[in-house]
């Protein structure tokens, strides 16, 4: 493993990305990241095609030439590949597919109802506001409960699948214009104690540039 290459296609502020940094960073592997530059214009660059043909999306998880598509994917690889660290998903197979049932929630749920938040006009956002906040408390409420991680005492998959949503709560709340906070306070205090670990903190994109890049799409796409 000690001359292995690794390369991470990304996008900075993706989330999906995040969770393939995340999880390199908790096994301690480094890593080249390569940026998609163009992404917002929708152009993509000839190794993101090449690597990713059938999607064009990244992440990509290029491990000695050979690309790893979907985010969650490359973390269950990442996880399976690199053993000697500590394990990302739990050893119990009902824990284990409760875990990839949650990780796959939020990707789906989190992301389509949180995207509507900054792609809606301000006066048009009815019920997608609403159907976010549910989506979050069920995550609250059924996923984490009064534990400190999604998987318990430990940080682990469900974590390193939802962390990157926290650095977009500050344009869910400015564009929705409600408190994560007030709604899910245990969501948020889960998101600063992740915020304490190193992996988590040097992989996360920083929330006001993320706001800076939105409110640019916004003026661009005329969503006002
Ligand atoms: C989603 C990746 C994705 O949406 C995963 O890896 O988990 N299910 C996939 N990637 C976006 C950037 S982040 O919003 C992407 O590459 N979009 C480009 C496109 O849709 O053409």
């Known amino acids: 493993m000690e001359n292995d290459e690794v390369i991470l296609l990304g996008f900075w502020p993706s989330y999906f990305a995040t969770r393939v940094k995340v999880a390199l960073a908790e096994k301690g592997?480094?890593?080249?990241?390569?940026?998609?530059?163009?992404?917002?214009?929708?152009?993509?660059?000839?190794l993101l095609q090449k690597m990713n043909p059938?999607?064009?999306?990244?992440?990509?998880?290029?491990?000695?030439?050979?690309?790893?598509?979907?985010?969650?994917?490359?973390?269950?690889?990442?996880?399976?590949?690199?053993k000697d660290r500590a394990p990302l998903l739990?050893?119990?197979?009902?824990?284990?597919?409760q875990a990839r049932f949650w990780a796959d929630y939020t990707g789906k749920k989190l992301y389509e109802f949180g995207r509507s938040l900054w792609t809606t006009k301000r006066?048009?956002?009815?019920?997608?506001?609403?159907?976010?906040?549910?989506s979050l408390k069920l995550l609250e409420l059924e996923a984490l409960g009064d534990k400190p991680y999604f998987g318990g005492e430990s940080f682990g998959f469900v974590d390193i699948a939802t962390i990157g949503f926290y650095s977009w709560f500050y344009v869910y709340e400015t564009f929705g214009n409600f408190s994560i906070e007030a709604e899910c306070p245990k969501?948020?205090?889960w998101g600063k104690r992740c915020m304490q670990r190193e992996s988590v903190?040097?992989?996360?994109?920083?929330?006001?540039k993320i706001y800076e890049l939105i409110v640019e799409f916004r003026k661009k796409y005329g969503v006002e």
């Open 29 to 46: 592997i480094e890593y080249k990241y390569k940026e998609e530059e163009d992404m917002l214009s929708g152009n993509k660059s000839p």
């Open 54 to 82: 059938i999607h064009r999306k990244i992440p990509v998880l290029i491990h000695n030439g050979k690309p790893v598509c979907e985010s969650l994917v490359a973390v269950e690889y990442i996880d399976e590949v690199w």
């Open 90 to 97: 739990p050893s119990d197979p009902y824990e284990r597919s």
């Open 123 to 134: 006066g048009e956002l009815l019920g997608g506001k609403k159907d976010f906040i549910d």
């Open 187 to 189: 969501l948020v205090a």
């Open 201 to 208: 903190s040097k992989s996360l994109p920083d929330r006001h």
